[in-house]
């Protein structure tokens, strides 16, 4: 008797860099590893979208559509290369209007994407169908997906096998098309048993002729087992990584689970041993260089209590290195569990996940629930589509109260599509107006991006991988991975010299430095500080960069006026004037590195 044929989607390039190194690997350093990645008989690859479509504009300098161009030509014709995609929200962290989506579905067909998989983090599928139709629309395979993970003890009504075949049934009464069936993981939480009783379900919903796969990484150290149960129950395909990029945060290893299955009626793509052997050895070289973070490589056990993916939990431990808060990541993660039980269950999948962190990131570092994340409320508020249960009613009204917004039950593309930002019209003029090309991959690009695609779009946009030590001697670019990220030194800081403190300029080259002398405050920000009888100083109460100022000198404000917006963990921070007065310096500029503590403005 033959064994089943089992489809192995290799997830190396795509989930793999992202779980490990946020997504900040240059092509150049791994088509090697996927040339050797085709000679070992891969024919199945996660070659783009998701988080990797945005971190190559915000950190590579490179152009995402370019890099899947470059990854087709190097597979050939008929390798399946698959691409994630987050429903409405497609490779955005908001959602995108109708004719975004559709330029999406678009753009991705155009270079080379064989297969989209297609995800809602809410599971509500109203916010799958249009996005389904666009996929289809343009010859491209649509892989629907009902979002997995287990929730914080003591929480019940949803993510358990009865929410997930209520979810598929709705899947199949809209009747959007799709071509295969994928359960998805993100935290890798969900129980082997809970596992098997879904795509049992599944199975005999959809019957014996669609091809069911589950997707989960190993976080919570449960993957394998988790795998096993899937293939027992009926699954057509799984997911797996090549090391260093395997396990972890990551998903389990291609010869981890060839190993798991030995004994088994189960035939894994076809794959040999000795050639994934060959070609791990080549992806190790080519990734030799780079810093793998030491969080990237474990297995925690407090996940399943406060689900963070692995595809995002790197992406923001760097952040925390970038910002010089990592010592915070404890805490953060404890008070993940919270916010998840209060936020009404979305699956903790890009853009929940970074929804659920933010909260918890802002209720550590500025006391529960005093600030709400923008993504978050809005989630709570109805803005990203229905919630699996009804979230807590105070945050609800805190959000309402916070972001100066109603609750809704407005489809969100009816919203979008209100939006003058998310309008291809928009953003080809501003293309113009820039003097860049106004193409469809242009326009998608800033409009995916917003200023940060600008930037790429006009040279302008940093270069921030991190390698380790020995590799970085003689690059100026390169951050070494433990190091802060300084590679944007130019702006305002505030320095200690001999116990005075003074606000310094710093510019390259030969420009003028200025430096103004303050006096000392303590560490805390929250109270105001006298300057030399001149004014209160207002100060950044975490480290971040500038977004925006509101506000000029000469401007008169009232007491808790918003004047400022940082960016830290992508997440805007209010900067409010802790009395009224009149600005008489504002001592940042727009896009400056700032630290917590530093004076942004003085109000007399």
């Known amino acids: 008797m033959s064994k089943k044929y089992i489809d192995v989607m290799d997830t190396t390039f795509r989930d793999g860099f992202q779980s490990v190194f ?5 092509m150049n350093d791994f088509f090697p590893a996927v040339e050797a990645a085709k000679d070992a008989g891969i024919t199945h690859f996660e070659f783009g979208g998701g988080a990797r479509f945005q971190s190559l504009f915000f950190y590579l300098q490179e152009n995402a559509f370019e890099m899947m161009d470059k990854f087709r030509e190097i597979v050939g014709p008929d390798a399946n290369l698959q691409t994630l995609a987050r429903g409405i929200n497609t490779v955005m962290l908001d959602t995108g209007s109708r004719e975004l989506i559709d330029l999406h579905a678009k753009m991705f067909a155009k270079h080379g994407t064989s297969t989209i998989r297609n995800f809602d983090a809410l599971n509500d599928v109203q916010n799958l169908e249009y996005s389904a139709e666009c996929i289809k629309k343009y010859g491209v395979n649509h892989e629907v997906v009902v979002t997995l993970m287990d929730l914080p003890p003591g929480c019940t009504g949803a993510h358990d096998v009865a929410f997930y075949e209520k979810t598929l049934r709705q899947i199949l009464d809209s ?4 071509d295969s069936l994928c359960f998805k993981d993100a935290s890798g939480t969900s129980s082997p048993q809970k596992v098997y009783e879904t795509i049992q379900m599944a199975r005999k919903l959809v019957g014996n002729d669609t091809h069911i796969r589950l997707h989960t990484h190993e976080t919570a150290g449960v993957s394998v087992a988790c795998y096993l149960a899937a293939l027992d129950a009926g699954a057509d395909g799984i997911d797996l990584a090549a090391s260093p990029v395997s396990g972890g945060t990551s998903q389990p ?13 189960y035939d894994l793509g076809g794959l040999e041993i000795e050639k994934i052997l060959k070609y791990q050895e080549v992806l190790g070289h080519q990734l030799k260089d780079y810093f793998i973070p030491p969080e990237a490589t474990q297995v925690s056990p407090l996940i399943p209590f406060s689900p963070m993916p692995g595809g995002a939990l790197t992406a923001n431990t760097q952040m925390m290195r970038d910002n010089g808060t990592l010592h915070k990541f404890p805490e953060v993660i404890k008070a993940m569990r919270e916010v998840v039980e209060k936020g009404g269950y979305g699956t903790s999948v890009t853009p929940v996940s970074q929804f659920y962190w933010q909260q918890a990131y802002a209720n550590v570092m500025f006391g529960p629930w005093k600030q709400i994340a923008p993504g978050y409320g809005k989630m709570v508020l109805g803005y990203f589509g229905k919630t699996p249960v009804a979230p807590d009613e105070k945050i609800v009204a805190l959000a309402a109260e916070k972001l100066k917004m109603e609750p809704t039950k407005e489809n969100p593309l009816d919203i979008a599509d209100r939006d003058e930002k998310k309008k291809i019209s928009v953003w080809k003029q501003r293309l113009e107006i820039e003097g860049i090309e106004a193409s469809e991959e242009n326009i998608f690009i800033a409009a995916a991006c917003d200023e940060k695609g600008i930037a790429f779009l006009k040279g302008e946009s940093p270069l921030n991988i991190r390698k380790n030590d020995s590799a970085c001697e003689n690059d100026k670019d390169c951050n070494l991975g433990e190091n802060k990220n300084m590679s944007n030194a130019n702006g305002n800081y505030t320095v200690v010299v001999d116990g005075q403190k003074f606000n310094v300029s710093i510019a390259e080259g030969n420009a003028d430095i200025q430096v103004t002398p303050v006096t000392s405050n303590s560490n805390t920000a929250s109270a105001p500080v006298s300057s030399n009888g001149e004014g209160v100083e207002v100060p950044a109460v975490v480290n971040g960069a500038v977004w925006k100022i509101l506000v000029k000198e000469g401007d008169k404000v009232e007491k808790d006026q918003q004047i400022m917006i940082l960016e830290a963990m992508k997440m805007e921070i209010d900067i409010n004037a802790p009395e009224a007065g009149t600005i008489t310096k504002i001592l940042v500029a727009a896009n ?7 004076t942004l403005a003085i109000i007399g």
Do not use: W
Request: no cysteine.
């Open 22 to 26: 946020g997504g900040r690997v240059l």
């Open 175 to 178: 009747g959007l098309p799709y």
């Open 253 to 265: 290893d291609i010869l981890t689970m060839l190993h798991a299955v030995k004994g088994k009626n």
């Open 592 to 598: 400056d590195a700032v630290e917590e503590g530093q």
